[in-house]
């Protein structure tokens, strides 16, 4: 169990009171988003822009040049959103069969083996055409809002996806795409990420990619593990400061 209230005394920065007991690769990663948005929204502060970050991410570039590169991109969300259908197709079978991640009770995974075997493929509601990739995103308040507004009014699309695995990797990017927002989607997460590994994970940062990070044009980075290697944290730290002040919701 992590102690949150060794972040009572850091400024600018904000619990979520409404956690979720998260399912890697459940709807509860999405519940949990939504949460914190919601609690992002009714904090009353006028943000531009809602980052969604990890707690094994890790901005390689200042505030300062943080804010400088979304005030020059007003207006923009910054996820993947690649085709299911076309370019990520192995995606697919998230969509067309049903997962009950979130539910842990007895002979579940026998449940699911059965209602796949007699049920027909599953298909998206509302005639949605599903895009995604990265969970991770840089996107307006006003988008935020859009997609809030959009499930309280389709409840029938979160029904669905609460039967989807890895749902966190197609939501947000899916309403969108399917929103008047679409032309302000830029397909570009800002996070510098190494699957060169080719693992079920991206490589673990250390000071051996210290230079890649340094060289990189993207705001973001992961994923980094202070157990494996927390020198790699300072160097980064030294780039330039990143240590300006600036508001964070936990």
């Known amino acids: 169990m992590i102690d949150f209230s060794v972040f009572d005394s850091v400024p600018n920065v904000y619990l979520i009171k409404n956690r979720v007991n998260v399912k890697w690769g459940g709807f509860s990663m999405i519940q949990a988003t939504l949460n914190s948005c919601k609690e992002v929204i009714e904090s009353g502060i006028s943000f531009d822009y809602v980052n969604l970050l990890s707690a094994q991410?890790?901005?390689?570039?200042?505030?300062?040049?943080?804010?400088?590169?979304?005030?020059?991109?007003?207006?923009?969300a910054f996820m993947e959103f690649y085709s299911i259908k076309d370019v990520w197709t192995e995606a697919i079978p998230r969509l067309e069969k049903y997962h009950l991640t979130d539910f842990t009770f007895k002979g579940n995974s026998r449940i699911e083996y059965i209602l796949n075997l007699l049920l027909p493929k599953r298909k998206l509601p509302k005639g949605l055409i599903p895009v995604g990739r990265s969970q991770w995103f840089t996107i307006t308040l006003e988008h935020v809002k859009y997609v809030i507004d959009y499930l309280n009014k389709n409840t029938s699309v979160i029904s669905f996806f609460k039967y989807t695995w890895g749902s966190d990797e197609i939501v947000f990017h899916t309403i969108l795409y399917n929103s008047p927002?679409?032309?302000?989607?830029v397909n570009n997460n800002l996070r510098y990420i190494d699957w060169s590994e080719k693992k079920?994970?991206?490589?673990?940062?250390?000071?051996?990619?210290?230079?890649?990070?340094?060289?990189?044009?993207?705001?973001?980075?992961?994923?980094?593990?202070?157990l494996v290697d927390s020198k790699i944290l300072d160097y980064i730290d030294s780039f330039e400061s990143l240590s300006e002040s600036t508001e964070y919701f936990l």
């Open 200 to 226: 079920a994970n991206p490589k673990t940062f250390t000071m051996q990619d210290s230079e890649v990070l340094k060289k990189s044009d993207k705001l973001f980075a992961r994923k980094f593990n202070v």
């Open 181 to 185: 927002y679409r032309d302000s989607m």
């Open 57 to 76: 991410d890790y901005p390689i570039k200042s505030i300062r040049r943080i804010h400088q590169f979304l005030e020059a991109n007003p207006g923009k």
